[in-house]
């Protein structure tokens, strides 16, 4: 199996564009996640999903942040418009059924806004 | 809501010799995961291991083990002699098992230990 595989690994960008990140779970696994790291606040829960259906998305900081997940294969992340303090590194990850125990992560996409 | 908190931002160790890293855990559950996240300088997340609460023996993967105290809410990681790739940043973890509640699923992580190690 690949993996978690999220893009792009790094982006970067001026205030006020639209960001997208891109996460394909692991085959077969029901939940997904979408965490958010810094120096300042550690690894924040932006949102997170079961079979495609958004659970809870208090973590999301804004009206400017949303999610999908139109299908099993893929979810989105978008950040419209961006500002400087979202500068971050976001992980996506995935795991079978909550009783089957641990997250698989992806490897992170690193955003800068300028 | 489960809380999960690591009391020390850093610690050290010298090569070969054994570390403990702390943890300890807000929770009203009685069945729930914990786990142990390695994060080195490449920044992937790796599971170092994991622990179910409803066990009683404590979890161990070669030179790491963890000692569970459920009663008080504790779930330390040991690592035995340490070596150069054991430096990076460790999260503890909490994951609730039972299902129901938006909190079904979820993955609450500390703020990390940074582990330094010397040769």
């Known amino acids: 199996d690949a993996g978690v595989i999220q893009s792009p690994r790094h982006e970067v960008t001026e205030m006020g564009q639209e960001v997208t990140l891109r996460c394909k779970p692991i085959?077969?696994?029901?939940?997904l996640f979408w965490y958010r790291q810094t120096m300042m606040r550690g690894l924040e829960l932006l949102i997170y999903?079961?079979?495609?259906?958004?659970?809870?998305d208090s973590g999301m900081p804004e009206d400017r942040f949303s999610a999908k997940m139109p299908n099993a294969s893929f979810s989105t992340l978008k950040i419209q418009p961006s500002e400087p303090r979202d500068s971050a590194v976001y992980f996506c990850?995935?795991?079978?059924?909550?009783?089957?125990?641990?997250?698989?992560f992806g490897e992170g996409s690193r955003l800068t806004v300028l | 809501a489960q809380t999960v908190t690591q009391s020390q931002p850093e610690m050290s160790v010298q090569e070969a010799e054994t570390v403990t890293l702390s943890c300890t855990y807000d929770?009203?559950?009685?069945?729930?995961?914990l786990f142990w996240y390695k994060q080195p300088p490449s920044r992937q997340m790796i599971l170092v291991i994991r622990?179910?609460?409803?066990?009683?023996q404590n979890a161990t993967e070669n030179r790491f083990s963890v000692n569970f105290q459920k009663a008080a809410k504790s779930f330390s990681l040991k690592i035995s002699d340490s070596q150069l790739g054991d430096a990076a940043m460790y999260f503890c973890?909490?994951?609730?098992?039972?299902?129901?509640?938006?909190?079904?699923?979820?993955?609450?992580f500390g703020q990390g230990t940074i582990l330094t190690v010397h040769p």
């Open positions: 622990q179910e609460a409803y066990k009683q």
């Open positions: 990850a995935s795991s079978p059924s909550a009783g089957a125990g641990e997250l698989f």
């Open positions: 929770t009203s559950e009685s069945d729930y995961y």
């Open positions: 085959s077969g696994h029901d939940y």
């Open positions: 999903f079961n079979n495609n259906v958004p659970i809870d």
């Open positions: 973890a909490y994951r609730r098992k039972k299902a129901g509640g938006t909190s079904y699923g979820k993955l609450t």
